[in-house]
């Protein structure tokens, strides 16, 4: 047991240190143990060794900020301690199959590549469902906000209270409610992410802005339980699931479904909720058909 509690240490200071020194040595140095003794611990709790997990999940950060934000390739292999831009690329291209200019501009964003964080403790994520959504018409109101690559999760929470709080009428409890989350780099604030929340409902006489939905496959996931616990469920269908899946994200909003009418209250009002979670994807075998 105290062994586990070794690991689970290591592995979230690990995370809150990828863009710091992580050398075997600085690890080692951290947990306490000989670099052998641990090396050989952590192979035995996680099934991973360990020099080879710190870089790949210091390299997903660095696919993160590529794709999130307008930073520089350089700047983000200075940040994640490569000691050039040329080692950064090589090590990059060896894990993700593409340079980074390059995986910045896909239009589509593979999980290839991606290592997710290990959790030797946490609750097993959902199965998802893959769905095709038909074109829908609804009506909404949108809140915009830019922050930086840390703050993404606060920024949405905030957000999607707000944007709730000016769309949804006092009394009433609509049977189906939508939030529409999309993310741009916003050129005018040192390339930061800039998320736009829309909270929606259906085009049924309903005042605001008009929306779109499009047609499209989206992999869908179930949330139940608090609302407080909602943006840490989809940061692990990010960081976990897709990886899992090989999924590819395709262009698009991600999709909240929340129902009021069902459950007796507004989707946000502290307790317990279900939401289910949409994520715009393309499929591998369509896209080996296409080519």
Sequence with gaps: MHQQQVIEQLLAWIEQSLDQPLTLDDIAAKSGYSKWHLQRMFKQH??????????????????????????????????????SQQTFTRCFRKQFGLPPASYRRSQDWSSYGLQPPLRLTETPLPQADIVTLPAMQLVGHTQRRSFTLGQLAASKCELRRHAWRQLLPPQALPEVVYGLTSLEVDRQRRGNPRMAYTAALPDEGAMGERVTIEQGEYARFTYQGQEEGLQNFIVRLYDTAMPQMNAIRRPGQDIELFYPAQEGRCPLGGAAIRCEYLIPIRRVEALAAAS
Excluded: K, N
């Excluded at 991973?48 to 210091?58: D, E, F, N, Q």
């Design 46 to 83: 996680t099934g991973h060794i360990l020099g080879t997990y710190a870089r790949r999940r210091r390299l997903t950060a660095a696919a993160r900020e590529l794709r999130l934000t307008g930073t520089s390739v350089a700047c983000i292999a200075d940040t994640y301690q490569f000691d």
